[in-house]
C-alpha cells in the first residue's frame, strides 16, 4: 500500500539539502580573509652597476581595500666589501587580480630613506693607499669620472676637465658617492674610518602573492630602489623571497 507521508518526506528533504547547499555557498570560506594585516620575512639578492650583495629585511602589511594595501618595509643591504645599506621604505601594492585568488600579481611604489655606510680603511675603498702615498697627500674627485686625483694646494672639492696627473680608484665604491666624498686628504695614522650617507629613495616594482595555506603565503618580489641626491641618482636593483603570514 502506497504511504501518504512519502511524497512530504521528499519534498522535505529536497528543501533541507537545497537549503544546506545553499548555505555552503554563502558562507565565508575558513580561515582568516584574504585581505588581512600580515608580516613576512624576507631573504634576496640586491645588485647594481658597481656591486652585489645579500639582503634580509621584514615587512608588514595592512589591506585598505580588497585591492590596495600599505606596507612598511625595512631591510639590510650588503653593498660590496666594506659597504652596507639600510633601506626604510613606506608604500602601496595594489593587486592586479582580487585578493581572494590562490596567486595574485601586484604592483609596487614606496618611498623612505636608503641609509649607506662605508668603512673607508677595506682594501677595496681607500685601505691601500697608505702604501702608496705619503700622510697629508689631497685627492680630489674628477666631476663626471670614476676616481681622485692626487694634488696640492687645490682648494675647491671637486677636479672639472681633463686630469694627466697620479690617480687612484676605489673599485667597489659607486661614483654616485665618490664624488661627494670632497677633498680627501692622506690621514697621518692610517685610519680613514667610515663615511655615511641618508638620502630619499623611490621604489618601484612588483611580484606575486601566492597563498600556502589560508594563513602563510610566500611572495617573489623585484623592485628597483631609486636613490636621489644632488640632482643625481643610482639605481640598486632588489629581487626577494617572502615567507609571510596572515592575521
Given at each position: 500500500m502506497r504511504s501518504r507521508y512519502l511524497p512530504p518526506l521528499v519534498v522535505s528533504f529536497?528543501?533541507?539539502t537545497w537549503s544546506g547547499w545553499a548555505s555552503a555557498q554563502t558562507l565565508p570560506p575558513a580561515g582568516p580573509p584574504a585581505a588581512a594585516p600580515a608580516v613576512s620575512a624576507v631573504?634576496?639578492?640586491s645588485a647594481s652597476s658597481a656591486t652585489s650583495g645579500v639582503l634580509v629585511g621584514a615587512t608588514f602589511t595592512y589591506p585598505v581595500t580588497?585591492?590596495?594595501s600599505f606596507e612598511a618595509l625595512g631591510s639590510y643591504l650588503g653593498r660590496g666589501p666594506g659597504a652596507r645599506a639600510l633601506n626604510l621604505n613606506f608604500g602601496?601594492?595594489?593587486n592586479l587580480l582580487p585578493a581572494d585568488r590562490k596567486a595574485v600579481p601586484y604592483v609596487a611604489l614606496g618611498g623612505g630613506l636608503y641609509r649607506t655606510s662605508f668603512d673607508l680603511d677595506n682594501a677595496h675603498l681607500f685601505g691601500g693607499l697608505m702604501s702608496q702615498y705619503a700622510p697629508g697627500t689631497q685627492?680630489?674627485?674628477f666631476g663626471g669620472m670614476l676616481g681622485f686625483g692626487m694634488m696640492q694646494g687645490y682648494t675647491g672639492t671637486m677636479w672639472q676637465g681633463p686630469w694627466t696627473g697620479p690617480t687612484f680608484d676605489p673599485q667597489d665604491m659607486p661614483h654616485f658617492y665618490e664624488s661627494r666624498l670632497g677633498m680627501m686628504t692622506v690621514p697621518a695614522n692610517?685610519?680613514?674610518g667610515a663615511?655615511?650617507?641618508t638620502d630619499p629613495v623611490i621604489s618601484l616594482g612588483g611580484g606575486l602573492n601566492a597563498a600556502l595555506t589560508s594563513h602563510v603565503f610566500v611572495r617573489p618580489d623585484a623592485r628597483a630602489l631609486v636613490v636621489l641626491a644632488n640632482g643625481d641618482h643610482y639605481t640598486v636593483g632588489v629581487m626577494s623571497f617572502s615567507l609571510?603570514?596572515?592575521f
Open positions: 529536497a528543501l533541507v631573504g634576496g639578492l580588497d585591492r590596495v602601496m601594492l595594489v685627492l680630489v674627485p692610517g685610519r680613514w663615511r655615511r650617507f609571510g603570514y596572515r
